[in-house]
Structures are given as structure tokens and as C-alpha cells.
């Protein structure tokens, strides 16, 4: 099967992530998870893969195993089933010959993707782009992920001179409400040595740094009383609250800030003049410069506790994932050295980014599997006008045949 017949296969498939059940805790939290999981696993099953098992959750990992004798470091590829709750329509994929200016997605509904709002096409001027019909998201995230990886075990498979060491593959449920996946994966019975995720990005993107993440709880305890009566009584909570969120440091928000610059999010507050509740998101690059923002947050509600009174202001400080260049300095890094040397086999210009966001690999990583990011090749994720170059989907699974090789080449 070539890869784009591959991918638009998988799109058929409406696996997106449903947030209630997810809450509920149920995974995979949505039955089209599955029934992808399902096809995959026939799939590995066709190509001879062995150890192929897909869990109750539908995790689903195999393993090509190796055709050398020699000991080499065990690589694996992750890739997750769901797709973005923003549109739960089904995909209809097409493709179309892309010759510059606006893209016609739905030529009926009159839905275009206009180049003035998207000037990344002026890239891909005579490739063909697989888009959907402005209805839905193309599900390349992470769908094109996974068409890269299958690919790369169908051209081993094809090709069983090529030499290459254990390679393992791991598809997981639910990334895309809070890497949910990645969190319930057994690393340690896994058995690789190092991994990649591949999870968005145009061609020749390569993440390996993204936040070291925290979730803040800060809870305002006030006293409620009759507005007749109120005066020396009223301690209003909600007022605190506001008050809390006036001394964050200005300009520290996701609004203000781009790069590595970190911030303090104000996401969900919820409450009445009794008791108010504040939910924030602390992000930071740096971890030093992450713990000094949870350490400021500690501060500022002992601080505000000694104004309004004991048992006025509580804190709950929890950290959600690391940066995943955490786990890749010093001798640990040579699995960027090995995906930079891949990249340059397949003539493709490396372009680190740093992640302003959470991806599984930084769950995998703080688990003890160091996992960088490669790209899939595609635009515009958790859009109507999300597209995918079909070189560059091409591209993604070449790189991961390189990989292969070049980890083999190091024995």
C-alpha cells in the first residue's frame, strides 16, 4: 500500500477524543480509537511484526525484530489514535494539485483556504496537498504519524537486506486531552532504549525542548454574609481572587509571550463570595526559572493568607510533565545526533522548535524513555484548514528509515 492511500485510510476513521469520557476516565475515550487500534494491529500482524498486543485501553505496541546479531540500543516510534475535539465530523479527504493562490477545499459551501491568511503555501506551489472539505480536521494529527511509521515497517519488511536493529512501535489513545496515553504506558516493560514521537510540524521541524508544565489550585476562603449586615462581616472571596490575580507579573501570560518565554495562565475561575476557586497553568523552559514561578505562586498565597487571615487562601502546586531536553543532555543525547544525521541523509534542513506545548514525549521522557519529536509534514492542526503535503508525509517516514539505519550504522 503506498503511504497516501495508507493515511487517507486512516482518516476514514472518526477517532475523536471525547473530553467527557475522558474526565470519566474512560479510555480510549472514544470507540473509533479502537477500531483504528484494531486495524492497525491487522496490519502489523500482515507486515510479520511479533509481540503485537493492544490492551484494554488499546495501546497498541509491536516489535520488528532484529536481523543483526550484534547488541544495538532498542529505537521506537510513537504516534497517538485520537484527533482534536474542535470539529467531530467525519474526514473527507482529497487531494488537490496545488498551483498557487487560494485553495478550493468545498467548492458547494464556497470554503476556501485563502493564501493571504496562510502563506505557508506559497511552500508547496506544485505538490499535491491532501486537504479536507472544510468540514472537519484531517486528522494528520497524528493519522499522518502513524501512516509515517507503518510505512517505514512496510519498506524493512520489503527490503529484509537492509540491516537494522529492534525497532518498537507504540500507538496510544487520547494525546489530545492532557497526553493521557503516554501517561498510562509501561515504559519499563516496553524495552526501548530511546524513542520519537511524531506529532506535527512542517517538514524538517525536530522538538526536543518543550515546557517544563505545572497546574496551580488556589482556593479563597471568604465570609458570606447579608449585604443588610455586612459591613466588618463580608469577606468576599471573590474579591480575593481578583486581587491574587492583579499581583501576577504583568506581561507573564500566554497573550504576551512567544519563544521560550514562560508564563503564568489564568484558565478557569469559579466561585461566589464564600469561596472562589482559581485554576492556572505555570509553563517555563527553563527548570530552574519553573520553579522559581511555583515557588513565587507559594509565596504570593502565604502572603495573601497573612493579610485576609488563616485558612484564608490554600495552594495546591502540582507538576504536570518536564521539558524533554531534561532527559537529553550530556550523554543522553545522542538521540538528537542520530535524527540531525537522518535529517541529513534525507536532504532536509533541520529546524528545532522549541515546543510551546505538551506532547507525549515528554511523558515518555520523564518516564525514563528519552523521546524527541519528528515532523509529519503537516499544517495547520486542529483546523478545517489543516493540510498535508504529500512530500513532506514522504519525507517523515524516509527519516524514520534513516534513523533506523544510522542507529544500526553506530553499533
Known sequence: MNIVDRF??????????????GAA???????????LAEQLK????????????????????????????????TVAFFSHLDTSAEQTADTKAHIVKYEGGDVVLNTEQHILMPL???PEL????????????????????????IAAIMHMLQHFKANPDIKHGCVKIGFVPDEEQGLRGAKAFDVESFGADFAYTLDCGGIGEFVYEN???????VTFIGQSAHPMSAKGKLKNSLLMAHKFIAMLPPGEAPEYTEGREGYYWVKELKGNSAQTVLKMDVRDFDRKGYHCRMAFLKQLAEACEGLWGEGSVEITLADRYENVKNSLEGDASFPIDIAKDAYARCGIEVKPLPMRGGYDGAVL????LPCPNLFTGAHNFHSIYEFLPVKSLQAAADVLVEIVKVTAERR
Open 25 to 35: 476516565g474512560i479510555m480510549p475515550s472514544s470507540p473509533g480509537q479502537r477500531e
Open 365 to 368: 521522557s520523564q518516564k525514563g
Open 116 to 118: 493571504e491568511q496562510f
Open 211 to 217: 515546557w517544563n508544565a505545572g497546574d496551580v489550585v
Open 122 to 145: 506559497n511552500d508547496y506551489v506544485g505538490q499535491d496537498l491532501i486537504v479536507t472539505d472544510g468540514t472537519s480536521l484531517l486528522g494528520a494529527d497524528d493519522k499522518a504519524g
Open 8 to 21: 487517507i485510510s486512516y482518516t476514514k476513521i472518526n477517532t475523536t477524543t471525547n473530553r467527557e469520557n
Open 42 to 73: 491487522q496490519e502489523l500482524e500482515a507486515l510479520g511484526l511479533e509481540d503485537i498486543v493492544l490492551n484494554d485501553r488499546a495501546i497498541l505496541t509491536a516489535t520488528l525484530p532484529s536481523n543483526i546479531d550484534t547488541d544495538l540500543p
